[in-house]
């Protein structure tokens, strides 16, 4: 397998605030964030083959689980630096248990569709229970205490979190429990005909993606600084499908690349223009026009070069 | 006596106002080939559907090797010892042969909720031996949407005998072939079941195919049992010929 592309990457993003005003520890803490949350969404996508449209439920309540939890100011540091990614998961977890129990049972656009629904529901939650949420208004004022809410070490804090992250989702996605999901993806049938109890894995599936997905919602949270009911409104459950498949949904680490541009192009263009949302979906465009199979696609097979398989080996690790 | 591997009592099927299986009965016994044939519309898919728990029986019993596995789900039914092949081919196509047999063995041994261990590798050597055995050990490394469509009918028996199964269900193996593979084809299933000793119940239309390996025949005709018996019974039945082997001729 090849570590060095990642390896590489990792390095480089330790050495960051070195050489980046504290402006860049926002954005880097942004991509951090989206990176998490686009191959969360991606495990399911990529590799289960279950297009999700409601992905940003857990995204919104990792925020609000988080915003509760930094707001009890009177916890003590290292128990909040503990609970914040605690409570994101378990409440994500939990509402993608809830969903996943009705929406799994379905496939295709059904699937979507259930996701789509559940998320209008919890939008409404995080709208009208006022006393829990601040309503429209959202939370607003988040922090951590001390020098872990400075710029810089919130974004070591975050790299951490986003690095353990994706760890844990890569043994999840190369695990024999990884490769039954992408047998799934191509024909849950004969899955299950091998014996496979074909709705609980996409289950838990379903809930290691909203658990991880609720993390990068809290990591994003405490440093935007507020987290808001749009957060989890139906257009948020866009913004992975788009940077995964502009990353590339065939690879794990495509959809965090697609993440990190589509962040940076955000951040550029919108100081540009006002018309940033018009000149980024031009970009996006162009982009998934020259490049169907994503960056890393284009990456993996080179331009005019025959496409090779989207698979991932099981038997040779990760395709490079 | 041995106790039968399947026992099939009055099975019945309905969609809406079609019957699609009026009372079937069926015994197969351990180590026999059995062949289910019958025209289009018969019930065979659908037998085959309703015996593995894709679409429970409106009444009627299934036992498999003394056990009532009526109306079970079909990965409960799998783990009991029955694999199935499918009249359309089911392999994962963007996974290489070896990982296809693979995900069969892990399924097999009940290593899919592990999450953390390296699937890399895994039961990668029986995975190459069961190529072997169907002869595909040459393409173990190609993607299984590449191979023909008569290697990966083969692809799919290897991954079908990752589960030690008892009982074979091959809903029309050979399918979409030319007559001299269908041949090849279902005497290389007959020689590996035998050599495993296990039984086996297809459905086929090839009527050459059939009088080469089966042992019983039984025949199917608007979801019921129109005849059974050894293939030489079955040939002499005049209702058979009339409603279904002239109909092949």
């Known amino acids: ?320 | 006596m041995s106790e039968p591997v399947l026992t099939v009592e009055s099975l019945v099927k309905r969609f809406g106002g079609l019957t699609a299986l009026d009372g079937v009965d069926l015994t197969v016994e351990p180590g026999e080939f059995r062949a289910i044939i019958g025209p289009n519309g018969a019930g065979k898919s659908t037998f085959f559907n309703a015996l593995t728990g894709l679409l429970p029986p409106d009444s009627g019993r299934i036992a498999f090797s003394g056990h009532d596995i009526t109306g079970e789900a079909p990965h409960r039914v799998a783990r009991r010892g029955i694999a199935r092949t499918f009249q359309i081919t089911s392999v994962f196509g963007d996974l290489t042969a070896v990982e296809n047999v693979q995900v069969a063995l892990i399924a097999h041994a009940r290593r899919s909720w592990s999450a953390w261990q390296r699937a890399r590798g895994l039961g990668a050597a029986r995975a190459h031996e069961l190529l072997d055995l169907v002869g595909l050990a040459s393409s173990a490394a190609r993607p299984a949407a590449t191979l023909s469509h008569g290697d990966q009918k083969r692809l799919e028996l290897a991954i079908a005998l990752a589960g030690e199964p008892q009982l074979l269900l091959l809903d029309e193996p050979t399918a979409g072939m030319a007559a001299q593979e269908r041949l090849e084809s279902i005497q290389l299933v007959h020689r590996i079941a035998i050599e495993l000793g296990l039984s086996c119940v297809f459905t086929e239309h090839d009527m050459a195919v059939v009088f080469a390996v089966a042992t019983r025949i039984t025949v199917l005709h608007q979801g019921r049992v129109l005849a059974e018996g050894s293939p030489a019974e079955v040939r002499a039945r005049p209702e058979v010929q009339q409603v279904y082997l002239g109909e092949a001729a």
């Open chain 1, 1 to 320: 397998m090849n570590h060095a592309a990642p390896l590489a990457a990792g390095l480089a993003l330790v050495a960051l605030p070195l050489v980046l005003p504290d402006f860049w520890m926002f954005i880097g803490v942004e991509v951090l964030a989206f990176a998490l949350y686009a191959v969360s969404f991606n495990l399911l996508l990529g590799y289960g083959g279950m297009l999700s449209f409601g992905h940003a439920a857990f995204f919104g309540a990792g925020g609000y689980a988080a915003a509760l939890v930094a707001a009890q100011r009177s916890l003590p540091l290292p128990l909040m630096l503990v609970l914040v990614p605690a409570a994101a998961m378990l409440t994500a977890g939990a509402a993608a248990v809830l969903i996943g129990l009705f929406s799994v049972r379905r496939a295709g656009i059904y699937f979507a569709m259930l996701t789509f629904a559940f998320q209008m529901l919890l939008y409404t939650i995080a709208l009208k229970a006022t006393s829990l949420t601040g309503g429209d208004d959202g939370l607003t004022g988040l922090k951590l205490p001390g020098a872990i809410g400075r710029p810089v070490g919130y974004y070591y804090f975050a790299l951490a979190l986003t690095a353990a992250g994706l760890y844990v989702l890569h043994r999840l996605v190369h695990s024999p429990f990884g490769a039954t999901l992408r047998a799934l993806r191509a024909n849950a049938l004969r899955v299950q005909y091998l014996g496979v109890d074909v709705r609980a894995h996409r289950l838990a599936a379903f809930v290691a993606s909203g658990a991880f997905s609720g993390l990068a919602g809290a990591l994003f949270a405490l440093s935007s600084g507020n987290v808001f009911p749009g957060w989890l409104n139906w257009t948020a459950s866009a913004t992975p499908v788009v940077m995964a498949v502009l990353g590339g949904t065939a690879t794990f680490f495509g959809p965090a690349l697609g993440a990190a541009v589509y962040v940076v192009l955000e951040v550029v263009i919108s100081g540009h223009t006002e018309y940033w949302p018009l000149t980024m979906g031009v970009v996006i465009t162009i982009l998934v026009l020259l490049a169907p199979g994503g960056l890393t696609g284009l990456w993996k097979t080179g331009f005019g070069r025959a496409r090779a398989s989207r698979a991932v080996p099981l038997s040779t690790g990760e395709a490079r």
